[in-house]
């Protein structure tokens, strides 16, 4: 039988979130290693790119701003899994728990494969299959262990990651513009797509940077004083994230020649270089880009322990994703980190090449299940009266930026392409086997 331990084992390591550690969980996961290559991905469609980030950004505010709204109405464990099930019943919670933790051991798979290329400009391991499988496993690994220490340990990595990763970031986001050059630019639109298609093509590559704005409602339960925080945290993590991302891309832009920005592998390696002089902005990077991934390792673990917790706790995942040790859903974060390594083993095996750029896919995907769940969830509350007592104004309001975070979850969706919504689906209809099997067992269990 699992139990839980007792208070005094559990208060020993851990620790609930204040608002900094909460918002540089927000930053830590929606930064991972997407900006050290998002500058030369989206040059080829020229400048204009810029203005898909300004849209994704005003989406993603939007989706943090009812996030935080839903996080007040219901400050516990489990973020979008919470907001379905209260609006819509078991299933729909079911479907919203289920495709995040895809999302999240799946992300996890993606980021241990591309960390892996940064690692290689520090310590060479391409050179044998192995070593590059083992860096890979390790880097999944040790994030977990961390977890497993507890969640006080957990904030510490996270916070302290962030901070690293954020000082560099800042010089190159902050400090290039010192050394901008227009000339550098290139076209405003290159392609023969068209405006409203280099946009579109551009925000379909981008999608994946966004990701984690839930964070802190997905751990509303670690987070001290969660009607308060948690939305507090998310809007101030995505403004954040938002900052660097568009000041980063525009320094970089600015700092590289759109040439070579097109045909770039390391496109900060590039900027520094221009900056600075020398040689020695690849190593730099490769730094700051292992730093940026182990911290979005970290807090994704977390995450992908901490949604089918509460779904267990309903009896709608296996009971032993309820047991927690020092704060921390033990047997949550094991699961999917084994999960996550088979993931890399295969990749490993198949050929990485495609395969990671339809993981990235497939994760925008099915986290945009739980985001237009959730959304749905607040347009419930909105429409049928059960939304706290507040004035119209601040009730047209939140309607507003609900319906835009619907639409925004739609566009996402629409981005990720067929190849990923069809695998994403069919991860889908695998959990549905789960769920009939979990409700068989409901209803057989004796009644109180």
Not at 92 to 102: H, K
Not at 425 to 446: D, E, H, K, N, T
Request: glycine content about 10%.
């Amino acid at each position: 039988m699992i139990t839980d331990p007792t208070p005094d084992e559990q208060s020993k390591h851990a620790r609930s979130f204040g608002l900094p550690v909460a918002t540089a969980l927000v930053m830590g996961n929606i930064i991972g290693g997407g900006i050290f290559l998002l500058p030369a991905s989206v040059a080829p469609y020229g400048t204009i790119s810029l203005l898909a980030f300004g849209v994704l950004t005003a989406g993603a505010i939007a989706l943090a701003l009812v996030f935080g709204r839903l996080a007040a109405r219901h400050p516990r464990t489990g973020g979008p899994y919470v907001y379905a099930r209260e609006a819509f019943g078991d299933f729909a919670g079911f479907l919203a728990a289920w495709s995040y933790w895809i999302t999240t051991w799946v992300s996890n798979a993606a980021l241990a494969v591309a960390a892996v290329g940064y690692l290689d400009v520090l310590v060479p391991v391409h050179g044998s299959t192995a070593a590059t499988l083992t860096a890979a496993l390790a880097l999944q690994w040790l994030p977990a262990l961390a977890n497993l220490a507890g969640t006080r340990y957990v904030g510490a990595v996270q916070f302290v990651s962030t901070v690293l990763k954020f000082v560099p970031l800042l010089l190159v986001a902050v400090g290039g513009l010192f050394f901008f050059d227009a000339g550098n630019l290139g076209p405003f639109q290159a392609g023969d797509s068209g405006a409203l298609g280099a946009i579109s093509a551009s925000a379909a590559i981008l999608l994946f940077s966004y990701l984690g704005v839930e964070s802190a409602a997905v751990s509303a339960g670690e987070v001290r004083d969660p009607e308060r925080n948690v939305g507090r945290a998310t809007i101030l993590g995505t403004l954040g994230a938002a900052v660097i991302y568009l000041l980063g891309t525009l320094s970089v832009f600015g700092l590289v020649a759109h040439d070579r920005l097109v045909g770039s592998t390391a496109p900060f390696s590039a900027a520094v270089n221009a900056m600075f002089g020398g040689s020695w902005g690849g190593v730099a990077v490769a730094c700051m880009a292992l730093v940026s991934m182990v911290g979005a390792l970290n807090g994704w673990t977390l995450l992908s322990a901490q949604t089918p917790y509460a779904a267990a706790r309903d009896g709608l995942f296996p009971r032993l994703f309820t047991h927690k040790r020092r704060g921390v859903p033990t047997y949550g974060v094991l699961v999917t980190v084994v999960l996550a390594s088979l993931l890399t083993v295969y990749n490993y095996t198949a050929g990485t090449k495609g395969v990671f750029e339809i993981l990235v896919l497939v994760t925008t995907f099915t986290a945009t299940v739980p985001y237009l769940l959730s959304t749905a969830a607040q347009i419930y509350f909105l429409v049928s009266g059960q939304s706290q007592r507040v004035h119209r104004g601040r009730l047209v309001r939140d309607a507003v930026l609900a319906v835009t975070a619907f639409a925004f979850s739609m566009w996402l969706v629409a981005g990720a392409g067929y190849a990923a919504v069809y695998q994403g689906v069919l991860f889908l209809f695998a959990g549905v086997l789960v769920y009939a099997w979990m409700s068989a067992r409901r209803q057989r269990a004796p009644k109180p």
